[in-house]
């Protein structure tokens, strides 16, 4: 059971820094972290999961072509070999993540897509040997992040109240992640959770490492705080992400670089949660005006959410009465 993949998942909000963690666990000799692949909760999204699903052709060509598949890099034949040696979707998956770690010359492989920090319990159901390590990043500097990178295709760029407040979608949004994935996390155990700060990540990594080296069940690497050797670009302009940036304190100030009235807002929507994760509010009290911003914003969400659901109920039903995925 030890030596099974996927052998963990990274996850966390998009911009809070699964990148950097991902690189760094993939840098253990004995650990390959895959790259935003999404593509295991996508292949059976229309699939009521009670067990984990029999495997059929028809889902494996729903993997084969998800169009993040690739960025697994495995071979035609390789996928076919993985079907052929599985009876179940969990069991096909598992085979093409020990395919993973053999094309990467490691005996264990894993994945970092960070919205399975909306997934944990699928997840865990499918791959219960499977540890999920998530990074937690204040949630005022995935703000700054995300406004910079979402647009109306990505992200929460998507929800249609981006449009008219994407500060408040931003706080609302990271909000939702965090707190789904700690209240999924805290009912797999300690043995199979671990959240882990960025803050702490970029301040004391080669501490946070070992840390998580035990967690893992695997032995300290060196190498994992060696990630960025030779690959470290200075281009001008470049992300930090496309840089290769070894950790980082300061790429945001949340203090410095947002405004005062966006602080409030994000207090008034999540100052709960900063507080429960152990981050100074900054706003040291709410105005009646931006309380009540707040209040309208919160309702504003809850509804859009409600409707997505609501379509993607109708879209499966749509499915099932054709009588299989269609997409």
């Excluded at 650990?31 to 028809?58: G, M």
């Excluded at 690959?231 to 290769?244: C, E, F, Q, Y």
């Amino acid at each position: 059971m030890k030596n099974q993949n996927p052998y963990l998942f990274v996850v966390g909000c998009p911009r809070s820094g699964t990148t950097l963690l991902q690189r760094m666990l993939d840098h253990h000799p004995q650990l390959a972290v895959a790259n935003d692949s999404h593509f295991i909760p996508r292949a059976i999204e229309d699939i009521p999961v009670n067990a984990d699903p029999p495997l059929t052709h028809d889902l494996v060509e729903r993997v084969r072509h998800y169009h993040r598949f690739p960025r697994l890099n495995l071979p035609d034949q390789v996928v076919q070999k993985a079907a052929s040696q599985a009876h179940t979707y969990g069991e096909f998956v598992s085979n093409l993540y020990s395919a993973y770690a053999r094309l990467h010359r490691k005996p264990l492989a894993g994945e970092k897509t960070p919205d399975y920090v909306r997934h944990l319990p699928l997840l865990h159901h499918l791959f219960p040997w499977a540890k999920f390590v998530h990074i937690i990043r204040d949630g005022r500097n995935v703000a700054l992040s995300t406004l910079e990178w979402a647009r109306r295709d990505k992200g929460p760029g998507r929800f249609e109240l981006w449009q008219q407040d994407p500060l408040a979608v931003c706080a609302l949004w990271w909000r939702w992640q965090v707190t789904t994935g700690r209240l999924a996390g805290e009912k797999l155990g300690s043995d199979r959770y671990r959240e882990v700060l960025y803050e702490d990540l970029v301040h004391h990594p080669e501490r946070v490492l070992q840390d998580l080296s035990e967690f893992l069940g695997l032995p300290f690497a060196s190498e994992m705080l060696n990630f960025y050797v030779g690959k470290t670009r200075n281009d001008p302009g470049i992300s930090a992400k496309k840089a290769w940036l070894p950790p980082t304190p300061g790429l945001r100030e949340w203090q410095a670089q947002m405004a005062l009235r966006d602080v409030e807002l994000f207090t008034a929507l999540a100052g709960d949660l900063l507080d429960d994760l152990g981050y100074d509010q900054g706003a040291r009290s709410i105005s009646t005006g931006v309380a009540a911003l707040a209040d309208e914003r919160q309702r504003q969400w809850e509804a859009e959410v409600m409707q997505r659901q609501v379509r993607k109920n109708r879209r499966s039903d749509l499915i099932e009465d054709r009588g299989g995925w269609d997409r």
